[in-house]
């Protein structure tokens, strides 16, 4: 168990529709990560938030969009669906953003869009 | 744009045997690497990391292997395991704080 929880695990939704994603962190952790992993594709980066403030993008759509409340845990939120959204989906935390810090990764949500 | 990338995406080892797997990075800006673990129905774990400082780190029965000229990763798995049957990423970390992930190589070691 690595301490991060994703919920919910699995989530079944049609076009069009907005879902949203929690994460709650390790205990101590204040940085929260979400990557996106699409059949054959590695862990795509998202978004990275440290202690509530945004700290890097990477590969997000403008239909997506997250934030990191003042308890630490985190909402990916994913709107005007398309099929092409269907994916795994990972939060991760660390401590603290630096160069050598592991990363800890939840067991993901299952994004099923049809 | 791939900045790391693992071109096997699957390999399959006799128990007891050695696997290796490789990871190429095109960015000269990554100083730090690591290798995770992924299960099915679970999230990836770390498994072992190398400063851009080293050639070499070694835990147990893996050890990395870094060639900087070559940008070049490589895990080595010896004696493997059924238990070591994964997805196994390999990722880079640039001076600014990202982490890039490869596209993961599943690994069957058969018993």
């Known amino acids: 168990d690595s301490g991060v929880t994703q919920t919910p695990k699995h989530l079944i939704t049609a076009t069009g529709q907005r879902v949203t994603l929690r994460c709650s962190p390790r205990s101590g952790d204040l940085s929260v990560y979400w990557y996106q992993q699409s059949l054959d594709q590695g862990l795509q980066f998202l978004i990275q938030y440290y202690n509530g403030e945004e700290r890097a993008k990477g590969n997000i759509l403008e239909r997506f969009s997250a934030q990191q409340f003042p308890d630490l845990h985190s909402e990916l939120n994913l709107s005007s669906l398309e099929l092409g959204d269907s994916a795994l989906y990972f939060c991760?935390?660390?401590?603290?953003?630096?160069?050598?810090?592991?990363?800890?990764f939840g067991s993901g949500t299952q994004l099923s869009v049809l | 744009d791939q900045q790391v990338k693992q071109n096997s995406p699957s390999l399959s080892v006799q128990e007891g045997r050695i696997s290796i797997l490789n990871c190429d990075y095109t960015n000269s800006m990554f100083d730090y690497f690591l290798w995770y673990k992924k299960y099915p129905a679970e999230g990836p774990t770390f498994l072992i990391s190398i400063s851009s400082i080293k050639d070499k780190n070694e835990d147990g029965r893996f050890t990395v292997f870094l060639n900087k000229s070559a940008k070049h990763l490589s895990l080595h798995i010896v004696p493997s395991q059924p238990g070591d049957s994964a997805v196994y990423f390999c990722a880079a970390i640039n001076t600014g704080n990202q982490f890039y992930f490869g596209t993961g190589t599943s690994l069957t070691v058969i018993p």
């Open positions: 991760a935390s660390s401590v603290t953003p630096g160069v050598s810090e592991k990363l800890f």
